[in-house]
């Protein structure tokens, strides 16, 4: 069964940094596009990066020059680090992904994890 699993997220003060992972199994996520959404209280799920099986990575406007998004593909897991972290930045952030590539995957993945919360405090 396909499965994404997050972890990493956590409390953190405004200005501080967190590491978010997304462990894949079940199916051949390795050639997978992948990559990160978020969904703050009250809005809608955003976009947040993507990285393709080659490397190729894409971002936000809101999170390019803070956020670094990479993969591992023999451990089949990806990785959000995540730097200068502002309150506006605390959601459920969840992990994707889609066969396709990361045009599709940000209209719509193939694939969602359950989520991870992202506290980021004044």
């Known amino acids: 069964q396909a499965q994404l699993v997050e972890s990493g997220g956590g409390l953190v003060q405004a200005g501080g940094s967190l590491r978010l992972s997304c462990a894949a199994s079940?199916?051949?996520?390795?050639?997978?596009?992948m990559g990160w959404f978020r969904q703050a209280p009250g809005k809608e799920r955003e976009f947040v990066a993507a990285?393709?099986?080659?490397?190729?990575?894409y971002y936000a406007d809101s999170v390019k020059g803070r956020c670094t998004i990479s993969r591992d593909n023999a451990k089949i897991t990806i990785y959000l680090q995540m730097n200068s972290l502002k309150p506006e930045d605390t959601a459920v952030y969840y992990c994707?992904?889609?066969?396709?590539?990361?045009?599709?995957?940000?209209?719509?993945?193939?694939?969602w994890g359950q989520g991870t919360q992202v506290t980021v405090s004044s």
């Open positions: 079940g199916r051949t996520f390795s050639t997978y596009t």
């Open positions: 990285i393709t099986w080659g490397g190729g990575a």
């Open positions: 994707a992904s889609d066969r396709r590539g990361p045009g599709q995957l940000k209209e719509g993945p193939d694939y």
